[in-house]
Nanobody, 127 residues
Framework: QVRLVESGGGRVHLGDSVKLVCGIS????????MGWFRQAPGKEREFVAY????????RYADSVQGRFTVAGDNRNNTVYLQMDNVRPEDTAEYYCAGTVDYRYWKDYTDSGQYDFWGQGTHVTVFS
């Protein structure tokens, strides 16, 4: 079984940076895809970013492109989401997700494509 645990959330001042961390335990997902999703109060869960462990295939939501960076440390079985220049609309619960599936022609922007989920970490952006 796979367990994902997020950390690093909290209160962040408008325009500042924060780094979310997702620790992976259990089965390794090094052949698959890791993603970040978020859910703001009263809204549906939405895609933020994903990457594939074995390549340099990354994708970001338009709303975070150029401000967020997703990366992984295979040796430490950890995934990161670096959030820079945060905005009020970035306030949300952030979830780490993983799947062992990888098809190069697929976009992994749909939450239904992921098999494993963390419990979330909350980010609040204040001014």
């Amino acid at each position: 079984q796979v367990r994902l645990v997020e950390s690093g959330g909290g209160r962040v001042h408008l325009g500042d940076s924060v780094k979310l961390v997702c620790g992976i335990s259990g089965r390794r997902l090094s052949a698959g895809v890791m993603g970040w999703f978020r859910q703001a109060p009263g809204k549906e869960r939405e895609f933020v970013a994903y990457f594939h462990w074995r390549g340099d295939n990354r994708r970001y939501a338009d709303s975070v492109q150029g401000r967020f960076t997703v990366a992984g440390d295979n040796r430490n079985n950890t995934v990161y989401l670096q959030m820079d220049n945060v905005r009020p609309e970035d306030t949300a619960e952030y979830y780490c997700a993983g799947t062992v599936d990888y098809r190069y022609w697929k976009d992994y922007t749909d939450s239904g494509q992921y098999d494993f989920w963390g419990q979330g970490t909350h980010v609040t952006v204040f001014s």
